[in-house]
Each structure stands twice: as structure tokens, then as C-alpha cells.
């Protein structure tokens, strides 16, 4: 077998605590890292505009996505339940970021901005429908798929092209996460920050996936790690486009923040919880999105 592959393997429904344990440490000490740090990061940002923090803050949350591709160094093997259990997680974090970071500004703004919470209600409908259905037209339009990786090989044509097609599907989602970004910032920085964080740490099992998929292809190592990290770049693409509409235009930032809110939960129902539930792993993928959530919350409140 080539070496440079790595595989996702099928595995059982047994739940690995040891693999739980050790995760949920990881993501206490992420937590507790992001607390101790963010005074920092808040006086270092303050001096930045809406347009280029927003930037900057898409492109951090877009490189995740190459962080997430690190492991394909180290492993030969990732159980597929472990791909699912991330895929959960990172659909948790971004329905929490959603509700939080997205909604609930759209609706205090609104309200604040037309003076009525009919018209905020009213804002939120119409600007998430704009937004899902945004998402909805660019997925008909455009051709992509679905791709669950699994432990097939070889050069077939059909299964190359599904590939390239998926990995297209993952840049082309990652579009609307970067404009939730930038648009984030055009309200508080900390709910900003937060909704970068949210979507960087989704981000990491998506670039697993798209590196692993390519992997599969015989691509090298390094070659999948490159191709995965520009599917990240697109997020900055968003960001700078969300960031500048609501810096130039303050009174769009309701509609802004609800457009986005709409893009975003389209792609979690769309796309990351369907793909985490394919391959017969739904307890460990809601497990992670129970998880997801509640990491989400903490990083909030750890952000103040």
C-alpha cells in the first residue's frame, strides 16, 4: 500500500472514552487559553477598522482550516467515527455561533436601529431567508457533491471528479462562513471574535477531510496539505466583502448579520450534519454537536 495514504477506516459503535477524555482536555485547555489571552488580543485589535480586522479575522479562521490537515503527517489511519464525531462538533460550534453571535445581534440591532420588535422580526425573516436562499441557488447553479471518504483506492475516474467536486463544495461553503466574519465585526468585537473562533475550530475537520480525500487520490502529503489550505482562503474572500458592506453601510448591519445567520445554518443542515450521519456514527456526531455547542458557550462567556 502507499505509504503517503491515509485512510478512514469503519469501525464500531463503541464509544472510545479514553479518545473522549483526552478531547475534552484539549478543548478545556483551548478554552481556558483563549480566556487568558483575549484581554491582549482585544487592546491589540481595538486600533483596527471594521474592514481589516474583519480581514484579518476571516484569514486566521480560514487557516484553521490547514491546521485541521496537520494530522495526515503523523496518522495512517483515522477511524470514521472520529471524522463524524468532529464533523458533529464543528456543526455544534457553528449553531451556537449562529443563535448567538449572528441572531441575537441582528435582532437587538434591528430593534434598536427601526424602534419596533415587529420590524426586527421582521429583519431577521426576510434577511435568513435571503441568506439560505442565497446558499440555495449557488448549490444548484454550481455543480458539487457530497463525498464521504472511504477505504476504496485507486485512479477511477468518477471518483476523481467526486472528489474534486466536493473539495469545490467545502471552498465554495467556506464563501458565506468568511462573510459571517467580517460581518461580525461590524457590531461588538468580542462577538466577532468569538464567531472566528467558532468557525476556525469548524474548519479543522473539514481540512482533514479534503486532505485525506485527496490522499486517496495518491496525491502526496505535501500536495494535500497546499490544496487544502487554499480551500481556506476563500474565507478572507467573505470576510473582506461582509466587513467593507457593513463598514461603509452601518444601517445594513442588521440585515448583514441575518443574511449571514441564514447562509450558515443552511450549510450545517445542508451539508456538515448530513455528512456526519452517513456512514451509521449518529450517536458519536450529535455527541460531538452537544459538545460543540457547549464549547461554544464557554468560549463566549470566556470572551466576556
Same mark, same amino acid.
Given at each position: 500500500?502507499n505509504?503517503?495514504k491515509?485512510?478512514?477506516?469503519?469501525?464500531?459503535a /463503541?464509544?472510545s472514552?479514553?479518545?473522549v477524555?483526552?478531547s475534552?482536555v484539549?478543548?478545556v485547555?483551548?478554552? !481556558?487559553m483563549?480566556?487568558?489571552?483575549?484581554? /491582549?488580543?482585544?487592546?491589540?485589535?481595538?486600533g483596527?477598522?471594521? @474592514?481589516?480586522i474583519? $480581514? !484579518?479575522?476571516?484569514?486566521?479562521?480560514g487557516?484553521f482550516?490547514a491546521?485541521?490537515?496537520?494530522?495526515?503527517f %503523523?496518522? /495512517?489511519?483515522?477511524?470514521q467515527?472520529?471524522?463524524?464525531a468532529?464533523m458533529?462538533f464543528?456543526?455544534?460550534? +457553528?449553531?451556537a455561533?449562529t443563535? %448567538?453571535? !449572528?441572531?441575537?445581534p441582528?435582532?437587538?440591532?434591528?430593534?434598536?436601529?427601526?424602534?419596533?420588535v415587529? +420590524?426586527?422580526i421582521m429583519v431577521l425573516?426576510?434577511?435568513?431567508?435571503?441568506?439560505?436562499?442565497f446558499?440555495?441557488?449557488?448549490?444548484r447553479?454550481?455543480?458539487?457533491?457530497?463525498f464521504?471518504?472511504?477505504?476504496q483506492?485507486?485512479a477511477?475516474?468518477m471518483?476523481i471528479?467526486r472528489v474534486y467536486?466536493?473539495i469545490?463544495?467545502i471552498?465554495?461553503?467556506?464563501?458565506p462562513?468568511?462573510l459571517?466574519?467580517g460581518?461580525g465585526f461590524?457590531?461588538d468585537?468580542?462577538d466577532?471574535m468569538?464567531?472566528?473562533?467558532?468557525?476556525?475550530l469548524q474548519?479543522?475537520?473539514?481540512?482533514?477531510?479534503?486532505? @485525506?480525500a485527496l490522499?486517496?487520490?495518491?496525491?502526496?502529503?505535501? &500536495?494535500?496539505f497546499?490544496? &487544502? $489550505?487554499?480551500?481556506?482562503?476563500?474565507?478572507?474572500?467573505?470576510?473582506? @466583502?461582509?466587513a467593507?458592506?457593513?463598514?461603509? +453601510?452601518?444601517f445594513?448591519?442588521?440585515?448583514g448579520?441575518a443574511?449571514a445567520?441564514?447562509?450558515m445554518?443552511f450549510?450545517?443542515?445542508?451539508?456538515?450534519i448530513p455528512?456526519?450521519?452517513?456512514?451509521?456514527h449518529?450517536?458519536?456526531?450529535? !455527541?460531538?454537536?452537544?459538545?460543540?455547542?457547549i464549547?461554544?458557550?464557554a @468560549?463566549?462567556l470566556?470572551?466576556g
Amino acid at each position: 500500500m502507499n505509504q503517503s495514504k491515509v485512510e478512514v477506516i469503519q469501525d464500531g459503535a /463503541r464509544v472510545s472514552w479514553p479518545g473522549v477524555t483526552i478531547s475534552l482536555v484539549v478543548l478545556v485547555l483551548f478554552i !481556558l487559553m483563549v480566556s487568558v489571552t483575549w484581554p /491582549r488580543i482585544e487592546d491589540w485589535v481595538s486600533g483596527m477598522g471594521t @474592514i481589516q480586522i474583519g $480581514l !484579518l479575522a476571516s484569514l486566521v479562521a480560514g487557516l484553521f482550516t490547514a491546521v485541521g490537515a496537520i494530522p495526515i503527517f %503523523f496518522l /495512517r489511519r483515522i477511524p470514521q467515527s472520529v471524522e463524524d464525531a468532529m464533523m458533529g462538533f464543528g456543526a455544534g460550534v +457553528m449553531l451556537a455561533a449562529t443563535a %448567538f453571535e !449572528l441572531v441575537l445581534p441582528a435582532v437587538e440591532g434591528a430593534e434598536a436601529q427601526y424602534g419596533a420588535v415587529g +420590524m426586527a422580526i421582521m429583519v431577521l425573516a426576510v434577511g435568513m431567508g435571503l441568506g439560505g436562499g442565497f446558499l440555495l441557488l449557488l448549490h444548484r447553479l454550481v455543480p458539487h457533491e457530497h463525498f464521504m471518504i472511504g477505504p476504496q483506492s485507486g485512479a477511477d475516474p468518477m471518483k476523481i471528479r467526486r472528489v474534486y467536486l466536493f473539495i469545490f463544495a467545502i471552498a465554495l461553503h467556506n464563501l458565506p462562513e468568511g462573510l459571517a466574519v467580517g460581518v461580525g465585526f461590524g457590531g461588538d468585537v468580542s462577538d466577532g471574535m468569538t464567531l472566528a473562533v467558532a468557525i476556525g475550530l469548524q474548519n479543522m475537520p473539514e481540512g482533514l477531510v479534503v486532505a @485525506i480525500a485527496l490522499l486517496s487520490l495518491g496525491y502526496s502529503k505535501a &500536495t494535500a496539505f497546499g490544496v &487544502t $489550505l487554499l480551500t481556506g482562503l476563500v474565507q478572507p474572500v467573505g470576510g473582506l @466583502i461582509g466587513a467593507t458592506a457593513v463598514s461603509v +453601510m452601518e444601517f445594513l448591519l442588521p440585515w448583514g448579520l441575518a443574511f449571514a445567520a441564514g447562509a450558515m445554518l443552511f450549510v450545517i443542515s445542508h451539508e456538515i450534519i448530513p455528512e456526519s450521519h452517513r456512514k451509521g456514527h449518529e450517536a458519536k456526531a450529535t !455527541l460531538g454537536v452537544l459538545i460543540g455547542f457547549i464549547a461554544l458557550i464557554a @468560549i463566549d462567556l470566556a470572551l466576556g
